[in-house]
């Protein structure tokens, strides 16, 4: 099994910056990737950013490229999510995924004010 915790989420305003965090625990030795989504009231999930574990290749949905940038730290089992120039658009809460086994966090909230 594994356990993901996400943190970092808050409210900020338009333009805005935050860092949100997912930490692994349990049997993460065969981490192949781990991902962000976000979900908004009403909406269905969507994907945001992801990193493959060995390598640190990165991809981004067009939403948000150039935007936020995502990065690992392997001893940590860690992924961080850096989003900046946030928008009200990008407000929803925000999960973390690990592949394999397609395990999921809590989730954490992001608001952003116009």
């Known amino acids: 099994q594994v356990q993901l915790v996400e943190s970092g989420g808050g409210l900020v305003q338009a333009g805005g910056s935050l860092r949100l965090s997912c930490a692994a625990s349990?049997?993460?030795?065969?981490?192949?990737?781990m991902d962000w989504y976000r979900q908004a009231p009403g909406k269905e999930r969507e994907f945001v950013a992801g990193?493959?574990?060995?390598?640190?290749?990165?991809y981004f949905a067009d939403s948000v490229k150039g935007r936020f940038t995502i990065s690992r730290d392997s001893a940590k089992n860690t992924v961080y999510l850096q989003m900046n120039n946030l928008k009200p658009e990008d407000t929803a809460i925000y999960y973390c995924?690990?592949?394999?086994?397609?395990?999921w966090g809590q989730g954490t909230q992001v608001t952003v004010s116009s």
């Open positions: 995924n690990l592949y394999p086994g397609n395990y």
């Open positions: 990193i493959r574990w060995s390598g640190g290749s990165t």
């Open positions: 349990g049997r993460t030795f065969s981490i192949f990737n």
